[in-house]
């Protein structure tokens, strides 16, 4: 990266994809691979953050990938992304996924997904990327909401590694009453 005082803006790196949905996609229930869109979500963030940071970035995580609909054969999946967080080497680029029936014009949002990026500089370290100038109310809505993602996060991971050590198996069965599971014989106590 060039200037790593500078701050850039969000419209200088949003970025827009379009891919039509062919056959060779399709699962055996003839909808779309749920690996299909998230490969095209994973290049249109790397394109994202890139722009962003002016070198190169690996996805490092991703949250909510929460398919609302199925895609179909047909329609044309369209990918919108934008930087909505920067820390200091890493990057959350936000995505919102699209299909449409391209007959009739229909529209429909089927997913909107947080990918977070890091910059790596020619080693191969994380690289400092430039802070993010917060163009529209939006820009500051979604930076606002990536810190509170964030945190949540933090404290979920914490919290599971603290019940960890807490768990014991044996103590423990009776919550399994109620769920669809059952121990194998010699399993139960
Ligand atoms: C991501 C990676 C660079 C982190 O390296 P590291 O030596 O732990 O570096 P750091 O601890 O300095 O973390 C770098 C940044 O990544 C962030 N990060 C690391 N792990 C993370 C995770 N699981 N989720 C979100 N952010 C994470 C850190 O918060 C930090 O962000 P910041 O600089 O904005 O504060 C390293 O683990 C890596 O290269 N992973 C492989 C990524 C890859 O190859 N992806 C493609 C998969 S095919």
Do not use: Q
């Not at 919290?159 to 194998?184: G, H, I, K, Q």
């Amino acid at each position: 990266m060039s200037d790593v005082a500078a701050f850039r803006p969000v419209s200088r790196s949003r970025t827009t994809m379009a891919e039509m949905m062919i056959p060779a996609y399709a699962n055996f229930g003839g909808k779309i691979h749920g690996g299909i869109i998230l490969g095209l979500m994973d290049k249109v963030a790397y394109a994202c953050a890139s722009k962003h940071a002016g070198c190169y970035c690996v996805t490092v995580s991703v949250d909510g990938v929460d398919f609302k609909a199925p895609v179909e054969v047909g329609e044309l999946v369209a990918l919108r992304a934008s930087v909505n967080y920067v820390g200091r080497t890493s990057m959350v680029v936000g995505i919102h996924v699209d299909a449409e029936r391209v007959t009739t014009g229909e529209i429909r949002h089927t997913n909107t997904s947080y990918f977070t990026m890091v910059a790596k500089d020619a080693d191969g370290r994380p690289a400092e990327v430039p802070g993010l100038e917060l163009e529209t109310k939006d820009d500051v809505r979604r930076f606002l909401e990536a810190i509170t993602r964030r945190a949540l996060r933090a404290r979920y991971l914490d919290e599971l590694d603290n019940s960890r050590p807490a768990l014991t198996v044996a103590a423990e069965l009776p919550r399994l009453a109620t769920e669809r599971c059952r121990l194998a014989e010699g399993l139960a106590p």
